[in-house]
C-alpha cells in the first residue's frame, strides 16, 4: 500500500442467514427475518470486523432496505447512516422462492450467473447498480472505510467489479451469510484484502 492510496477500505457485509438462504431458496425482493443461528451469526461478526477494519469509524454505513440486512447491521454493532435500495439483492424474478435445483426441472443447467432471467434483473442490469455504489463508496474513502450491509448475490458482485471483472465473475467469489468482504487497494489498484472473512465466534 503507498501514501497515495486513500485512508479507508470498502467492507461488505452479508446478512445472516434466513430460513430461505438455509434452505437455498432464492431470495431476492421477499423480506424475510434471520433465524436464531443468523442474529448469532450476526452478534459475533462484529469480531470479525474489528479484524479487518480500521479503529477510526466508519465514513459511511449504507444498509440494504431488507430486514434481514437492518437487523445484521444493528446487532453488528453498526449505526446505519442510510438505507440505499441499490444494495438490494439481485431481483430473481421468476426464480423468486425457488431452488436451483427446482429451476433445473424446467431449465436445465440454469444458475444466475449465465440466466435466464425472467421477470428479474440481468447481469447487466445488476452492474449498473454496483458500479454506481462503488463509484460513491470510492469517493468517501479519504474519511475512512465505507461498510455496505446486504446480500449474497449483489456483495459478489461487488467484489467482482472492484477488481474489473463482468458481473459475471462473482461466481469466483464466497459471501457465505455474516461473512465479510475487504475491498482494498495497492497502490492505487482496487485488489482484495479479505473474502469472506466469517464470524470468530458465537453468542448463543
Same mark, same amino acid.
Given at each position: 500500500?503507498?501514501?497515495?492510496?486513500?485512508?479507508?477500505?470498502?467492507?461488505?457485509?452479508?446478512?445472516?442467514?434466513?430460513?430461505?438462504? @438455509? +434452505?437455498?431458496?432464492?431470495?431476492?425482493? %421477499?423480506?424475510? &427475518?434471520? *433465524?436464531?443461528d443468523?442474529?448469532?451469526?450476526? =452478534?459475533?461478526?462484529?469480531?470479525?470486523?474489528?479484524?479487518?477494519?480500521?479503529?477510526?469509524?466508519?465514513?459511511?454505513?449504507?444498509?440494504?432496505?431488507?430486514?434481514?440486512?437492518?437487523?445484521?447491521?444493528?446487532?453488528?454493532?453498526?449505526?446505519?447512516?442510510?438505507?440505499?435500495?441499490?444494495?438490494?439483492?439481485?431481483?430473481?424474478?421468476?426464480?423468486?422462492? @425457488? +431452488?436451483?435445483?427446482?429451476?433445473?426441472? %424446467?431449465?436445465? &443447467?440454469? *444458475?444466475?450467473?449465465n440466466?435466464?432471467?425472467? =421477470?428479474?434483473?440481468?447481469?447487466?442490469?445488476?452492474?449498473?447498480?454496483?458500479?454506481?455504489?462503488?463509484?460513491?463508496?470510492?469517493?468517501?474513502?479519504?474519511?475512512?472505510?465505507?461498510?455496505?450491509?446486504?446480500?449474497?448475490?449483489?456483495s459478489?458482485?461487488?467484489?467482482?467489479?472492484?477488481?474489473?471483472?463482468?458481473?459475471?465473475?462473482?461466481?469466483?467469489?464466497?459471501?457465505?451469510?455474516?461473512?465479510?468482504?475487504?475491498?482494498?487497494?495497492?497502490?492505487?489498484?482496487?485488489?482484495?484484502?479479505?473474502?469472506?472473512q466469517?464470524?470468530?465466534?458465537?453468542?448463543?
Open positions: 500500500m503507498s501514501d497515495d492510496d486513500p485512508n479507508g477500505r470498502i467492507l461488505l457485509l452479508r446478512h445472516g442467514e434466513t430460513e430461505w438462504s @438455509r +434452505t437455498g431458496r432464492h431470495t431476492g425482493r %421477499t423480506d424475510i &427475518g434471520l *433465524t436464531d443468523g442474529r448469532a451469526a450476526a =452478534g459475533a461478526v462484529r469480531d470479525a470486523l474489528e479484524l479487518v477494519r480500521h479503529a477510526a469509524p466508519p465514513a459511511r454505513v449504507l444498509c440494504s432496505p431488507r430486514t434481514r440486512a437492518r437487523d445484521t447491521a444493528a446487532l453488528a454493532g453498526l449505526t446505519v447512516d442510510a438505507i440505499d435500495d441499490r444494495l438490494a439483492e439481485w431481483d430473481y424474478g421468476d426464480a423468486e422462492g @425457488r +431452488t436451483t435445483p427446482q429451476i433445473r426441472e %424446467t431449465l436445465p &443447467g440454469w *444458475t444466475i450467473w440466466g435466464p432471467w425472467p =421477470g428479474g434483473e440481468t447481469p447487466d442490469d445488476v452492474c449498473v447498480r454496483a458500479d454506481a455504489v462503488l463509484a460513491e463508496s470510492r469517493a468517501l474513502l479519504g474519511d475512512g472505510d465505507v461498510i455496505l450491509v446486504g446480500h449474497g448475490h449483489f459478489r458482485v461487488l467484489t467482482a467489479r472492484w477488481i474489473g471483472l463482468p458481473a459475471t465473475g462473482g461466481v469466483h467469489v464466497a459471501m457465505d451469510p455474516a461473512g465479510v468482504t475487504v475491498l482494498g487497494f495497492e497502490r492505487g489498484v482496487p485488489r482484495l484484502d479479505h473474502v469472506n466469517r464470524p470468530t465466534r458465537s453468542e448463543r
